[in-house]
T-cell receptor, first 118, second 113 residues
């Protein structure tokens, strides 16, 4: 149980284009989803927290107009990197947690999306 | 402020040897603590968690960790390393158990024959 699917696993795009990454909780309702960014050989940096049906809360230094997050349902959140540039190239990982039950507040992670901007 | 310090960015052990990965935390409220493992180009998999119950926590793949409040530590151990344990390990703290995770810098475990 508690499976999180992230798609695509790898995307290459041209500079200036937008890229959408999907994060789905397959077997549970995710009241909260998180988006992280990971640079090579570094730890995960939280970008934003999103609750279903409300606006995402962004961490300090993260451009909300650059990284659009939508959490339209209890099983789907999307991250759109708008007007991507080479410096946006990174590994993006989502996680999801549920509000109740034994697994309350435990984060379950997707497999990540590697974004390469040319 | 809450933080996590993982001592040793790289740890190398022989197959069959004890694995010890160190984690110290700082939290102004009772913390929840986690260990995650990450294999190359993959997301994070939960190994084990401490959520204010038993201080010795057993996880998957033979790993365990002990919460020591006096030392503000949550070190990860495994009695006998296996080649498949080679990966990146992250310790994380959730202050008060309120969802948000703060990660340590990670420790890369290498296991050699």
């Amino acid at each position: 149980g508690a499976v999180v699917s992230q798609h695509p696993s790898w995307v290459i795009c041209k500079s200036g284009t937008s890229v959408k990454i999907e994060c789905r909780s397959l077997d549970f309702q995710a009241t909260t989803m998180f988006w992280y960014r990971q640079f090579p050989k570094q730890s995960l940096m939280l970008m934003a927290t999103s609750n279903e049906g409300s606006k995402a809360t962004y961490e300090q230094g993260v451009e909300k107009d650059k990284f659009l997050i939508n959490h339209a349902s209890l099983t789907l959140s999307t991250l759109t990197v708008t007007s991507a540039h080479p410096e946006d190239s990174s590994f993006y990982i989502c996680s999801a947690s549920m509000a109740r039950g034994l697994a309350k507040n435990i984060q379950y992670f997707g497999a990540g999306t590697r974004l390469s901007v040319l | 402020a809450q933080s996590v310090t993982q001592l040793g960015s790289h740890v190398s052990v022989s197959e069959g040897a004890l694995v010890l990965l160190r984690c110290n935390y700082s939290s102004s409220v009772p913390p929840y603590l986690f260990w995650y493992v990450q294999y190359p180009n993959q997301g994070l998999q939960l190994l084990l968690k401490y959520t204010s119950a038993a201080t010795l926590v057993k996880g998957i793949n033979g790993f365990e960790a002990e919460f020591k409040k006096s030392e503000t530590s949550f070190h990860l151990t495994k009695p006998s390393a296996h080649m498949s344990d080679a990966a990146e390990y992250f310790c994380a703290v959730s202050p008060g158990g309120y969802n948000k995770l703060i990660f340590g810098a990670g420790t890369r475990l290498a296991v050699h024959p």
